[in-house]
T-cell receptor, first 113, second 115 residues
Framework: AQSVTQLGSHVSVSEGALVLLRCNYSSSVPPYLFWYVQYPNQGLQLLLK??????LVKGINGFEAEFKKSETSFHLTKPSAHMSDAAEYFC???????????FGEGTQLTVNP | EAGVVQSPRYKIIEKKQPVAFWCNPI?????LYWYLQNLGQGPELLIRYENEEAVDDSQLPKDRFSAERLKGVDSTLKIQPAELGDSAVYLC?????????????FGPGTRLTVT
């Protein structure tokens, strides 16, 4: 069975600071990995996905994530936080393309001025 | 391109009443998903359709929940009767199956409150 653990349900950073949101996964097969963002009262928007073509994945809004198989991690980073980045972020894994997504509990990111 | 459309956006009902949610996926997307999102948690899959066929409904509480996807396009999710614990956001998503990694596109969700 697959599972996702997001370390830290709440992360607070200052505007302009580095954003680091942690995600560890467990999967019996090479997984497909995703990061989604959810703004209040909205659905989930895909930030980036791991395609196995490269371990460093670049997404929208300046976010990127690095797949580390040895650490079973897929942490999300952004060099400089912006106020508009404040939202909830979910890491997700699926066994095959198009199959069910298993989500982590989410990390609420707060950006302080 | 229009996104995934869901209605209603909000619904308040009394317990034991029936309720239905509607989803229209992105045009051409043959895979449709219903997820349940409880407050402060990540979404959990209820059911996945490939065209008209439900191919993954292992997490759907079939005693009170039902879903259909007639003609392989729109879908309806129904709860009868609703319980207090059903209060949550119901998200619909769609994707295009085939070669490659196809991401799921989510609708805005229906927020259900059962009183």
């Amino acid at each position: 069975a697959q599972s996702v653990t997001q370390l830290g349900s709440h992360v607070s950073v200052s505007e302009g600071a580095l954003v680091l949101l942690r995600c560890n996964y467990s999967s019996s097969v090479p997984p497909y990995l995703f990061w989604y963002v959810q703004y209040p009262n909205q659905g989930l928007q895909l930030l980036l996905k791991y395609t196995s073509a490269a371990t460093l994945v670049k997404g929208i809004n300046g976010f990127e994530a690095e797949f580390k198989k040895s650490e079973t991690s897929f942490h999300l980073t952004k060099p400089s936080a912006h106020m508009s980045d404040a939202a909830e972020y979910f890491c997700a894994v699926s066994k095959t393309s198009g199959s069910r997504l298993t989500f982590g509990e989410g990390t609420q990111l707060t950006v302080n001025p | 391109e229009a996104g995934v459309v869901q209605s209603p956006r909000y619904k308040i009902i009394e317990k034991k009443q029936p309720v239905a949610f509607w989803c229209n996926p992105i045009s051409g997307h043959n895979t449709l998903y219903w997820y349940l999102q409880n407050l402060g948690q990540g979404p959990e899959l209820l059911i996945r359709y490939e065209n008209e066929e439900a191919v993954d409904d292992s997490q759907l509480p079939k005693d009170r929940f039902s879903a259909e996807r007639l003609k392989g396009v729109d879908s309806t999710l129904k709860i009868q009767p609703a319980e207090l614990g059903d209060s949550a956001v119901y998200l619909c998503a769609s994707s295009l199956s085939g070669q490659g990694i196809h991401e799921q596109y989510f609708g805005p969700g229906t927020r259900l409150t059962v009183t």
